[in-house]
């Protein structure tokens, strides 16, 4: 059937995606497998329900969304921390995963993480994410503070301020309490750059 393509923006690029079915339609985020791109849906989603709006997205590096810079990994919760951004984006507060292998994975991991946001896990061929029951309760703290803080601070991101050399030694030294002013004012002459703005 018909499908829309959308990009979303990434501090390295974008996350690119491509939509079937009404936009107002029930939300489904489809995640592909492991080497795999959105194309993976192509055959399925003409089969199913009509009344749902498909997002299938490209994790990165894969199909049309951008690499990642080259040396960075590809670690699992980057892939989770994607479709955060993707929903995000979206605008999407509960919504249906479906993933198809690692993707299953990917989406498996989600649910543990943002319970509150998935209404609906379905696995093809995948299954989804096991983690041994004593390990649970701090992954989950600890991996789903982790994307809540990148994302604030992505959200956040204002061009840097000028300041002053004695304003910017002064912060420093507010900052790290152990060093002295000396010290501060020799990492600041490698840690400095000057702007026309000062």
Not at 163 to 168: K, N, T
Request: proline share 7%; charged share 20%; hydrophobic share 40%.
């Amino acid at each position: 059937g018909m499908f829309s393509e959308l990009k979303f923006p990434v501090p390295w690029g974008h996350v690119a995606a491509k939509a079937w079915g009404p936009s107002e339609g029930h939300p489904v985020l489809c995640l592909h497998g492991w080497l795999d791109n959105a194309n993976t849906f192509d055959k399925l989603i003409p089969l199913l329900p009509r009344d749902c709006y498909y997002v299938a997205m490209d994790f990165s590096g894969h199909g049309l969304s951008s690499h990642r810079p080259a040396g960075c990994p590809y670690h699992f919760l980057d892939y989770v921390t994607d479709v955060r951004r993707v929903a995000a984006a979206l605008q999407w507060r509960r919504f249906s995963l479906m993933g198809h292998s690692m993707g299953g994975a990917v989406a498996g991991m989600f649910c543990f993480l943002y319970p509150e946001m998935v209404d609906k896990l379905i696995l093809l061929e995948s299954l989804g994410f096991l983690l041994a029951p004593e390990d649970t309760e701090a992954w989950l703290k600890s991996k789903r503070r982790v994307i809540d803080r990148l994302l604030s601070l992505e959200a956040k991101q204002q061009t840097p301020k000028a300041r002053s050399p004695e304003a910017a030694l002064q912060r420093l030294l507010e900052a790290n309490s152990h060093l002295t002013a000396e010290g501060g004012a020799i990492l600041l002459q490698r840690g400095a750059t000057e702007t026309p703005a000062g």
